[in-house]
């Protein structure tokens, strides 16, 4: 499942702040200043498209486009308790929750003259999550799945193997619980889809795509349900959020996500200011195959040796806490308290112990400019107990390939690492990217332990809410427990509206939710 992979961003071309403010209007065309006027929506992205499948999804960036041109059985229905509300479907009984059914609301046409949605386009969309050719990143969101029941036109029933806890939570509201066109797939030749969505059902289609420029969303003439307020959605895929901001102070964009630290220079203008904290989570990673740190008593050192609070407060001054695990408040399994914090000197006896005196070691991340500070803090602490901590910022893409390279070796230049992930409203999601056989794709720091698996597979079966909180607590005690883990933050979300808009997002601020922006 964000997650996440969360921030398993790709690194996107950025755009220097000098001279943004002109390539945006001249991408929109002329009249883009009166964008709001005419009905058209110009919004910042903060990456292009990468994949708009359901089942291999590139990221929240993705997720934003897809969103807005397919539709779901549910969908969040925004506000901050991440409830559900119909959305494709008119009706959803879950009184048997191993046997869901569902009826489609009629007349919804995929674009591309592929014809109306039936229960055989849920079926296929759900069922394809197990199909080795689609090699599905989010396969684990239909893992107990046994098949969808075609009952009729528009009706059928999901039928689970075994209790799935985050089947409303986050599989069905989510990205994986999007449908896509069977007939589309099967005459496109190809399992996948990559960034043409071959047919979309939601209230927008893609009308025009310049990979790096601009992503341009129309209404979509299928579409049968609640008509968007917007005629055209603008997107502009911008990684560097200052540039963003730029653009935005410049009247080039309607509305941007904004920088943790800028959030003050809004408060009190006439812009809707939203901030919301985020289902992100941050953390310190100790490559536990690298020689340098074999021995835990090395990697607990490293543990005491980082004082948590004080890198929050030098980063986002006093804007975002520290983080006591994972999984993010609120959800079920987020802790209160670590069980190895800020004790220097307790780091340099077990330095000595391990005869690891003037350790080099080095702290590899990608671009954000926030985590700069937090490896600029954490240089000074470590130097403190004689760690030499050199800094290794490239860009994402780089860093990633580099950690999963298992074949060429590249992992083994992985000593420390901070590559942040976000989530969606449940643990599962949070927990499942450090299991054995995530090792080399998304577990940097290459634990394994079986029995942890086990335990992990067990808190997705169980639906007894006190319980999965205790377990994933202790999933998480005993992830800390390898001495590989430093937990950091798990931060907010910011976003600033023109005004006159008034904007919609999903609960923790991560996407914005297109089909929900309207005039205020």
């Known amino acids: 499942m964000n997650k996440f992979r969360i921030t398993r961003r790709q690194a996107m071309q950025n755009l220097g702040a000098g001279g943004l403010a002109l390539a945006v209007a001249n991408l929109a065309g002329p009249g883009a200043a009166f964008a709001q006027e005419d009905k058209v929506l110009k919004i910042h992205n903060d990456g292009d498209m990468e994949r708009l499948d359901p089942a291999s999804r590139g990221g929240w960036y993705d997720e934003t486009v897809m969103f807005a041109i397919f539709s779901g059985l549910i969908r969040y229905s925004g506000g901050d308790d991440w409830a559900w509300e119909l959305d494709a479907a008119t009706s959803l009984d879950d009184s048997d929750p191993l046997n869901i059914k569902f009826e489609l609301r009629p007349g919804i046409e995929f674009t591309g003259g592929f014809g109306e949605m039936t229960a055989e386009d849920v079926k296929f969309s759900y069922e394809r999550f197990a199909d080795p050719d689609v090699d599905a990143v989010y396969g684990s969101d239909w893992a107990a799945l046994d098949q969808v029941e075609v009952t009729g036109k528009y009706t059928g029933v999901i039928r689970l193997k075994e209790a799935f806890a985050p089947l409303f939570t986050s599989t069905l ?19 996948v889809i990559a960034t043409d969505p071959l047919a979309c059902s939601g209230p927008y289609q893609l009308a025009e795509w310049r990979p790096r420029e601009i992503i341009r969303l129309t209404r979509n003439p299928g579409w049968v349900g609640p008509k968007p307020h917007y005629d055209e959605i603008q997107l502009y895929p911008i990684a560097d959020v200052t540039a963003a901001e730029t653009a935005f102070a410049a009247g080039d964009l309607d509305c941007t996500q904004i920088a943790i630290n800028s959030i ?5 203008t006439d812009n809707t200011l939203t901030v919301k904290p985020a289902l992100g989570y941050a953390w310190v990673g100790m490559n536990v195959d690298n020689p340098k740190l074999a021995d835990v008593k090395v990697r607990r050192a490293i543990q005491h040796a980082v004082n948590v609070q004080e890198i929050v407060d030098a980063t986002f001054g006093g804007a975002v806490g520290p983080a006591y ?19 220097p000197e307790k780091a340099r006896s077990l330095l000595e112990e391990a005869g690891a005196e003037n350790l080099d070691l080095s702290l590899t991340f990608g671009t954000d400019p926030d985590i700069m500070i937090v490896a600029q803090v ?3 602490q470590l130097a403190q107990v004689g760690i030499n901590l050199t800094i290794r910022q490239m860009d994402s893409a780089t860093m990633i390939a580099e950690a999963q390279d298992n074949e060429g070796g590249g992992y083994k230049n992985i000593d420390l690492i901070i590559e942040p992930f976000t989530t969606t409203p449940d643990p599962s999601w949070v927990t499942e990217w450090f299991t054995c056989e995530q090792v080399g794709v998304w577990n940097f720091q290459r634990t394994c332990s079986e029995e942890w698996d086990e335990k992990n ?30 937990f950091l ?28 922006f309207k005039a205020s």
């Open 173 to 191: 509201p989510n990205a994986s619980g999007l449908i896509i066109s069977k007939k589309a797939i099967e005459e496109s030749g190809k399992p």
């Open 264 to 268: 003050p220079a809004y408060e009190g």
């Open 325 to 343: 695990g994972l999984v993010p408040p609120p959800l079920l399994g987020a802790r209160d308290e670590v069980l190895y914090g800020y004790d």
């Open 378 to 380: 954490m240089q000074a």
């Open 457 to 486: 597979a067990a808190a997705v079966r169980e639906t007894d809410p006190a319980k999965r909180d205790k377990m994933y607590v202790e999933l998480q005690d005993e992830l800390e427990e390898t001495g590989a883990y430093i």
């Open 489 to 516: 933050y798990h931060g907010a979300n910011a976003w600033v509206t023109k005004p006159g808009i008034e904007p919609a997002f999903k609960p923790d601020a991560e996407i914005a939710f297109l089909r929900d």
